[in-house]
């Protein structure tokens, strides 16, 4: 009887563990002991929604004059090629509004594709098609001739490198856990060389996703030695998927103030990415 006991005992605790196992593996909890690195699934579309408002704040005859902007861009991500450490995507601009003057839109199929070539940090190495997207929006009937002060901002081949850059590229590629940091410093260029040093901070994880804090400094310089003609910082987060480094949820509010010789323009912007179901 006690042999029959110990047997249903023992079953029971395999059952368990067999059951914990596959809750655990089914979860994808990460714990600390794989790279925090781009991975994305091969056979998946990423749909991204993106809205940008923006206003700063121009003094003219001794009034503060404020100029509001408000930008909206969908787009979609498909993995289109791997090789060793980087990533091609097949990227899709399906929406792209600013303001009332420019009102672009395209289906998947009538949609003029980029290819953008990232590595496991998130960093983008190469943006291929971009001048043929251009040329598309420019011939776009809702488009018209209001090109001036926004497309070259992400259009343009450095355009899209450096709004890519600032949501993509900030995954550590190494092992880390909660309140680990890590820094990346990056240049954007689409409409000067502005620097911009990223702090971030891992506060948590929840499931199959992190929780990134983001502190960054922003300055420019017109060249080495030169009195900063522009100075900000930001602050704002990202979710992140720890199994393919994907963005969940990206957010930013920066406070921008740039120097001229008769006035300063302070400016603010909000930024939110997320990822559609």
């Known amino acids: 009887m006690n042999c029959y006991f110990n047997f249903i005992k023992l079953l029971s605790y395999a059952c368990f563990y067999f059951v914990y196992s596959f809750t655990l593996s089914g979860c994808n909890f990460y714990d600390g002991n794989s790279k925090l690195k781009l991975h994305p699934a091969v056979n998946k579309v990423y749909n991204y929604s ?36 980087t990533v091609t995507f097949r990227v899709i601009y399906t929406n792209f509004k600013w303001n009332s003057e420019i009102n672009y839109i395209r289906d998947s199929a009538h949609a003029q594709p980029i290819n953008i070539v990232m590595n496991d940090s998130g960093t983008v190495m190469q943006v ?12 776009d009937s809702a488009t ?11 259009i343009s081949e ?26 990346r410093n990056k240049i954007m260029v689409a409409k000067a060389p502005i620097s911009v040093s990223n702090l971030y901070v891992l506060k948590s994880f929840a499931h199959d996703s992190a929780m ?17 003609f522009l100075k900000g910082n930001q602050d ?39 990822l559609e179901p």
Not at 75 to 81: E, I, K, L, P
Not at 128 to 139: R, T
């Open 128 to 139: 291929l098609h971009a001048g043929e997207l251009l040329q598309d929006v420019e011939k």
């Open 236 to 274: 704002g987060y990202a979710r992140v998927n720890t199994s393919t480094g994907m963005p969940l949820l990206y957010e930013t509010h920066a406070d921008i103030v740039t120097s001229t010789n008769y006035y300063d323009i302070k400016a603010n912007e909000h930024l939110v990415v997320t």
């Open 144 to 154: 018209q001739n209001n090109l001036t002060g926004v497309l070259p901002d992400y």
């Open 50 to 85: 993106l809205i940008k408002t923006s206003s700063a704040e121009l003094p003219y005859n001794g009034i503060t004059h404020t100029k509001y902007d408000t930008i909206r861009l969908d787009f979609s991500m498909q993995v289109f090629g791997k090789y060793d450490s």
């Open 158 to 183: 450095n355009g899209i490198k450096d709004l890519f850059n600032k949501i993509f590229a900030l995954l550590p590629v190494k092992k880390v856990n909660e309140n680990d940091t890590w820094v």
């Open 212 to 228: 990134i804090n983001i502190r960054s400094y922003v300055s420019a310089r017109q060249s080495v030695g030169d009195v900063t």
